[in-house]
Structures are given as structure tokens and as C-alpha cells.
């Protein structure tokens, strides 16, 4: 039946997108038209209650949310092909696990927070809306998760070393951070880091 990733561009979904670009397995792009409602017809909520996308669906079993999606296909088509951990690479799949789920909750949640109430971009609220105590919270804790990810990649082209599937959430999130004007306010690792993923070929043919 092979693999259906449903979403739209500049979305949750193009982490999968470039996921799976990345793994050169064969799927079908389906794009949603949200204007049209097409994330709220009843065909697409049984794959994905919420609503929301991304969505795939793999042989005929559904999968929602941007990292279950990523932690199934690492599982089922990572190993194979050098960018995820084996199951008898125990303290590199543990780490793959841990900055694969920090990279998409830790460091975008953050971020996002800051964006919303700190910046002024096509995301973020109404002025009135802000809160500068939040904008000041979340702006330090983003540069906390800066100096994290800096510390991590001394030496290190990749989080991992060579580049993986574990990649992806962390430089996803900055790709748009930056895009909408969040710096990485010198952190030279990250940056370094970061024109590496963009190199990525993948990434170029995802959207």
C-alpha cells in the first residue's frame, strides 16, 4: 500500500517531508487545501482525530504528530540506511531519542513562545495580546537551548556526528526561526551546523 504523507506547504509537515527525502523511500505528497477545510473532512479525521497536520499513513497503518511520524519511519527505515541507530547501539540510540524529541518540544516550543510575544513577525499576536514577561522567559530559555546545542556540536559536524534523522527537528524549527527573525544570537556551532542542513539535498527538494 506504501506511504501516504498528508500536509501542506511550510507546515509541521515538512520535517516529514524531509525525513523522508532523506530515507529515499517511495511515498505519495497528498496536499491538503486547509482553506477548503480538507484537514476537517471526516476521511482525514479518521486518520488524524486532531485535525491537524501532518498525517502518514504507512501500509495502511495511520500515524499523527510530527515526531511519532519521524520515531516510526527512523525505526522501519533508518537503520538501513545509516541515519538512525540500530536496536544493539545502545548509548547512540538513546541519545538519537533524547535530542530527536528535545529538538521538536524543547527548543520550538521555546522559540515559538518567544516569536508569539517578542517579536514582531507574521505569527506572532496582536501587540495588545503580548506579554513581555513571557517574550522575556521564553527568549532566555531559547538561549539557554542555544548554548545546549552549541555545546553539543564543539567538534562535532552533526548531533550525532554524521548527519541523521536526528537532525532534522532542531534545524527545522531554527530554518523557520530564522526565517521569521529569531537570531542565533552567535552561537558559531549552531550556525556552522545549521548551513550544513541547508546544504542538505533533501531539504532543497522537501517544502
Aim: with cysteine; aromatic share 10%; glycine share 8%.
Amino acid at each position: 500500500m506504501g506511504i501516504k504523507l498528508y500536509g501542506w506547504p511550510r507546515s509541521s509537515a515538512s520535517r516529514v517531508h524531509w525525513a523522508l527525502e532523506e530515507l529515499g523511500v517511495p511515498f505519495e505528497l497528498v496536499t491538503l487545501d486547509r482553506h477548503k477545510g480538507e484537514h476537517q473532512a471526516p476521511a482525514y479525521l479518521a486518520i488524524n482525530p486532531n485535525g491537524k497536520v501532518p498525517a502518514l499513513v504507512d501500509d495502511g497503518q495511520p500515524y499523527f504528530e510530527s515526531l511519532a511520524i519521524l520515531l516510526h519511519l527512523a525505526d522501519t527505515y533508518g537503520v538501513d540506511r545509516a541515519l538512525w541507530p540500530n536496536k544493539d547501539q545502545g548509548s547512540a540510540r538513546a541519545e538519537a531519542l533524547c535530542w530527536t524529541v528535545w529538538g521538536g518540544t524543547e527548543l520550538q516550543s521555546y522559540m515559538m513562545q518567544y516569536l508569539y510575544h517578542g517579536l514582531d513577525t507574521p505569527v506572532s499576536y496582536k501587540p495588545d495580546q503580548r506579554s513581555q514577561a513571557t517574550a522575556d522567559y521564553n527568549h532566555g530559555q531559547y538561549r539557554r537551548l542555544l548554548d545546549v546545542l552549541d555545546a553539543r556540536l564543539e567538534g562535532r559536524a552533526f548531533i550525532l556526528g554524521d548527519f541523521s534523522l536526528v537532525d532534522i527537528p532542531a534545524a527545522a524549527a531554527l530554518i523557520t526561526g530564522s526565517f521569521l527573525g529569531a537570531s542565533l544570537e552567535g552561537r558559531a556551532n549552531v550556525e556552522g551546523w545549521l548551513d550544513r542542513c541547508r546544504a542538505r539535498p533533501a531539504l532543497a527538494r522537501s517544502r
